[in-house]
């Protein structure tokens, strides 16, 4: 596709459920990077893959968040049992090049409520 | 410990007004990327600018403008003759190499930018 393409847009959760977001990079990037956002608030790190290896996972906030990218394209993050906490705009973004050098493309994110 | 700081929640001002967004950082590493970024309602972060802390040359870009000043750790945007289409939340960002892997940007918490008519 033309750009980052993220789903579902909008979910709704009830606490304790789990939820997969998923991530389709723009063909060909290399890295692929997932940010938590919320209300009112910058993104956060959660972690980074390069190709289909998880380099970075340092911001994943506890072992409920879980995040893979197999194939080195698409990307899912997973949350186990969500919590009301884990309420935010989830933003995937990739690159064509390392982070030092290449812009970011970002998708328009999946926002999650949990209730 | 690595921070950015943008003091400013909320600037409204009227079409054709120049406006400046502030933003300081905190870091210890001598080699580092700041970023700017532009968030509108749609959601997605759109990339504006990337300077490296090696380069303090200010850059223009049309009505965009960046002054980096280390002595002050500021890396502040201006918009000169701003418009309605550039009401948007900008977030400067930072990114500092940790022993050579990837690190990842550090975000400030954004400067909503309201233009009127």
């Known amino acids: 596709g033309a750009g980052v393409s993220q789903s579902p847009r909008y979910k709704v959760a009830k606490r304790g459920q789990d939820v997969a977001l998923r991530c389709d990079p723009i063909s060909g990037h290399v890295s692929l990077f997932w940010y938590q956002q919320a209300l009112g608030q910058g993104p956060e790190f959660l972690t980074y893959f390069q190709n289909e290896a998880q380099l970075d996972k340092s911001g994943l906030p506890s072992d409920r968040f879980f995040a893979e990218r197999p194939e080195g394209s698409v990307s899912t993050l997973k949350i186990q049992r969500t919590q009301q906490e884990d309420s935010a705009v989830y933003l995937c973004a990739s690159s064509s090049m390392g982070l030092y050098t290449g812009e970011l493309f970002f998708g328009e994110g999946s926002r999650l409520t949990v209730l | 410990a690595q921070k950015v700081t943008q003091a400013q929640t909320e600037i409204s001002v009227v079409e054709k007004e120049d406006v400046t967004l502030d933003c300081v950082y905190e870091?210890?590493?001598?080699?580092?990327?700041l970023f700017w970024y532009k968030q509108p309602p749609s959601g997605e972060l759109v990339f504006l600018i990337r300077r490296n802390s090696f380069d303090e040359q200010n850059e223009i870009s049309g009505r965009y403008s960046w002054n980096f000043q280390k002595s002050t750790s500021s890396f502040n945007f201006t918009i000169t003759a701003s418009q309605v289409v550039d009401s948007a939340v900008y977030f400067c960002a930072l990114s500092v190499n940790y022993g050579g892997s990837q690190g990842n940007l550090i975000f400030g918490k954004g400067t909503k930018l309201s233009v009127k008519p």
């Open positions: 870091t210890r590493d001598t080699t580092y990327y």
